[in-house]
């Protein structure tokens, strides 16, 4: 775990490449190291202690307005997603990117851009239904969401057509779209792409470890 997170922190783009790295030049440290493919499996095998890290490092942060919103993770580009495939659990979905074949990472950001919650579910599921199932009734009351989430007790932008238009100011915009900067962030430096990962646990487990070295670095 130590030598995967670390690897995270500094952006390393290659787990295989790093590991082996470390493996040759850190042997005082780790005098006795599995190999590779048993790396691997290692980190698929820690997918909950992960979650549970990335938790618990966000589970004292206390923060007046949450934000959230969902991230597509197409597991290949969306013309190839009708090829035989053994990942029986992706599906299709539709974002502000387009159609996506593959999963959605939910997630809700307190201050300081920590992740307090996140779901991993498949690209069709709506965004009120996971909001409904993630979120307690009192953390709606204080949750920025985009319209997707109408009609679930989040605070949302309102309809163009609305009748009785909630409120919804600059000041609240701009809070919602933190959460905008965080996915970013953990594309550009933390690498969640999924890239080339042939099962859903696989996936559980390597966006789980991004999300717990997101936390960390914000800690």
């Known amino acids: ?10 952006n390393q783009v290659d787990s295989g490449l790093w590991f082996c790295l470390v493996k040759k030049e850190y042997q005082d440290l780790y005098p006795e190291l599995p190999s590779e493919s048993r790396y691997y499996r290692i980190m698929n095998n820690l997918e909950r202690i992960w979650a549970d890290f990335a938790l618990f490092i966000a589970s004292d942060c206390q923060s007046l307005t949450y934000s959230i919103d969902s991230k597509p993770l197409p597991v290949c580009k969306f013309k190839r997603h ?40 498949a690209a069709h599921e709506a965004d009120v239904t996971v909001a409904r199932a993630l979120l307690k009734q009192e953390e709606k009351a204080i949750t920025l969401g985009d319209k997707a989430y109408i009609g679930c007790g989040i605070y949302t932008p309102p309809k163009s057509n609305a009748l009785n238009p909630s409120i919804w100011t600059k000041l609240m915009d701009a809070a919602r779209k933190t959460i905008e900067s965080v996915f970013s962030t953990l594309t550009r430096t933390k690498h969640i792409a999924l890239g080339q990962r042939n099962s859903f646990r696989s996936i559980r487990a390597y966006t789980c470890r991004k999300i717990a070295a997101h936390n960390f670095a914000c800690f």
């Open 82 to 121: 009708n090829r035989p495939r053994a990942m029986t659990e992706a599906s299709i979905g539709f974002s502000t990117q387009g159609a996506v074949y593959g999963f959605k990472l939910h997630a809700l950001k307190a201050d300081r851009g920590f992740i307090t919650k996140f779901a991993i579910v």
């Open 1 to 10: 775990m130590s030598i995967a997170i670390v690897g995270d922190l500094l």
